[in-house]
């Protein structure tokens, strides 16, 4: 999308964080944006405070776990603007703990936020982008977490790898569209993740504070800026740019996954098991969008 100015945005958790960085940054573009939060209070302040800049921002209550939330939102948005370009499904929590010992109702929360949640945006809002020919753009937030396995967060890894899978399958589905397709794949950003649990539903467990062993806020505090992620977003979405990394530093991480995963190739060239069989040489072109 190379023209934003007065294109509607769709950001859910917007109260805080990456989300609030985007609405900042879209409606510094001249974008009309409804920020979508479960937090009622923060979200009412962070669309005053956009109004009071001159943001033509509405904000909408929803829980992302729940699909009727998230549709009734898509209408409010079709109401108040009109249309939708942009989805950003980025609101999120974070669970740590091993995937065969963490609290089976800490793994279906964060399954439900971060995987539902992103299910619940694109079947709303994709079909409504879709439908007025003007184009748009899809961004989720994943993680580095969806790109290499990192020791103590089975299930919140297990979350972002879906959605860095979901989201390429789009891209590989949007190759010839206009709906251009990102997945950001943030490092550390000083955010208030580390307090997820504020937002634990009571279905969940209901709210606590962050545990001294759940505690990563010394790390993130010293990381980027929410507002220079929101920021790199406008510009990623402008460049139809499919990958969005914040710290140029991890590559490595992804080099050494990929060395791993070669390593895995160079062990099957000379597996027994496989020496005498027959292969289908391949997939189709077609189901990788070329
Ligand atoms: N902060 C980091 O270092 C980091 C790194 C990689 C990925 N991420 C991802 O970034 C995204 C944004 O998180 P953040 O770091 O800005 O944290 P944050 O806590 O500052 O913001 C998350 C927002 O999501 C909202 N939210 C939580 N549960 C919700 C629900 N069920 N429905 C609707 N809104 C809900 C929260 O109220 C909050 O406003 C998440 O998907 C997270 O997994 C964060």
């Not at 979200?43 to 904000?59: F, I, S």
């Not at 790390?219 to 406008?234: E, N, T």
Request: aromatic content about 6%.
């Amino acid at each position: 999308m190379k023209d934003v100015k007065g294109k509607v945005a769709f950001v859910t958790g917007a109260a805080s964080g990456m989300g609030l960085g985007m609405a900042r940054a879209f409606s510094e573009a001249g974008m009309k944006v409804m920020l979508a939060d479960i937090e009622a209070g923060p979200l009412q302040e962070q669309v005053d405070d956009l109004k009071a800049k001159g943001g033509d921002v509405a904000g909408v209550v929803l829980d992302v776990t729940k699909r009727e939330d998230v549709l009734a939102a898509a209408q409010k948005t079709i109401d108040t603007f009109g249309k939708v370009h942009v989805l950003s499904n980025n609101a999120g929590i974070g669970v740590f703990g091993k995937s065969e010992t963490c609290r089976m109702s800490n793994w279906e929360w964060v399954v439900d936020v971060n995987l539902w949640g992103v299910v619940h945006g694109l079947q709303a809002f994709v079909p409504l982008i879709n439908s007025h020919g003007e184009g748009g753009h899809v961004v989720s937030t994943a993680s580095m977490a969806g790109m290499v396995g990192l020791s103590g967060a089975g299930p919140y890894n297990a979350t972002k790898f879906a959605v860095v899978g979901i989201m390429e399958t789009m891209m590989a589905e949007n190759r010839k569209t206009d709906l251009g397709i990102s997945v950001l794949c943030p490092g550390a950003v000083a955010t208030n993740i580390a307090s997820s649990t504020r937002n634990r539903q009571d279905e969940y467990g209901g709210a606590a504070p962050p545990s001294e062993k759940e505690s990563i806020a010394d790390v993130l505090a010293g990381g980027l800026h929410p507002d220079a992620v929101g920021r790199q977003v406008l510009e990623a979405i402008i460049d139809n740019q499919a990958y969005i990394f914040t710290d140029p530093s991890m590559r490595k991480m992804i080099e050494s996954r990929h060395k791993r995963l070669m390593a895995g190739y160079d062990w099957a060239d000379n597996c027994e098991a496989l020496k005498e069989e027959k292969q289908a040489g391949g997939l189709p072109s077609g189901l990788l969008g070329s």
